[in-house]
């Protein structure tokens, strides 16, 4: 396959203020791509750029072969042929659903214009409301209206800007998968902005999580959840927990963890290593020998998102059924089920883009720690790493 886009070192400074930095992407024709990150990492700023709304500083972006941005020569924004799809819709109160749709189609025959535009509607599931008014709609409908007019003249990619961002949970996440199977369909190449990951997931093939300004990973969904390249990946991606462990001789982690497998490349008697813990690593077993105490916990719906004190200070989430109802100061029984935990070496810097190890952990329950060993006045009071829930 071609490369529809290909983003090249690409950086954007305002003044003093480098808001991207040797920024490097390329999304193959019919793909969809994601940028990804929190607020102020550069990602609206990069789709800006692609769109031609800001200049770059350095670096260039091709567009199907044509450079359309180098630092001090940019093609104008109307000669790109990028279709954009804002956070508010952006559309015109005044125009119903059809003339909307067909505002960037004045250079086509009438005849023309009126056959793309019911076309789009169609293609959008909008067909009854050619004459609504904006105001008339959904949040929902008004989306598809947003993206028929990007799509109605025919670009070389898409660009959607936060498009959910105003709906509701349920609504965002069955209007996702419902835009991105329109696309796949009609091979439409598109860059989606969010800070929501489980949009990325629903939507891209391809995710390029931004931090500060600069790629900290670009790979597909799946791997960026179970092969983080660095700990803040680990720490943005998905429900989880960083701690410090330290290993012995025979392979043994502190706090009756488990058993390390050998086959961890960077391991090495009384090393300290950083193990990334999911709310799935550790499970609700009732008349377990193991239990943690719990010091914080959060009730959703159908689970209890569990905050757990481990001997040594550090912190672990769990979840469980909602009918485990342990209160504030209480012991949780858990299992250990650290069948394939991502493991880094402890002095290695939190952003750093070196590769992690996913390990086997043998588990030794009946080795693990008693619940009289984890009372909070024996535990030591150690900060616990910061854990970042999904948005």
Known sequence: MNNQLEVQQVTVKYGDFTAVEEVSMTLQTGQIGCLLGPSGCGKTTLLRAIAG??????????????????????LPPEQRKVGMVFQDFALFPHLDVRRNIGFGLSHLPRKARRERVESMLQLVALSEYG??????????????????????????????????????????????????????????TAILVTHDQHEAFAMADQVTLLNRGRVAQTDTPYNLYHNPGNEFVAEFIGQGTMISVTV?????????????????????????????????????????????????????????????????????????????????????PVRFNLQHVVVFDGDCPRECCCSPSTVIAQQEVGEILSPPALSPAAAPSTPAPRTRQSG
């Open 131 to 188: 004459n609504a008014f904006p105001h008339e709609l959904s949040g929902g409908q008004q989306q598809r209206v947003a993206l028929a007019r990007a799509l109605a003249p025919n670009p070389e990619i898409l660009l959607l800007d936060e498009p959910f961002s105003s709906l509701d949970t349920e609504l965002r996440t069955e209007l996702a998968a419902e835009i991105r199977e329109l696309l796949k369909r009609n091979g439409v």
């Open 53 to 74: 709304f800001e200049s770059i500083s350095a670096g260039s972006i091709c567009l199907r072969g044509t450079t359309i941005s180098t630092a001090g020569r940019e």
């Open 248 to 332: 012995n001789a025979a392979g043994e982690m502190n706090d009756g963890l488990g058993v390390l497998d050998r086959g961890h490349p960077h391991w090495q008697p009384g090393e300290e290593l950083r193990l990334l813990v999911r709310p799935d690593d550790i499970e609700y077993e009732e008349g377990s020998h193991v239990s943690l105490r719990v010091v914080h916990k959060a009730f959703r719906g159908a689970s209890y998102l569990y905050d757990l004190l481990l001997p040594d200070g550090q912190r672990v989430p769990c979840l469980t059924p909602s009918h485990v109802d342990i209160p504030l100061g209480g012991l949780l």
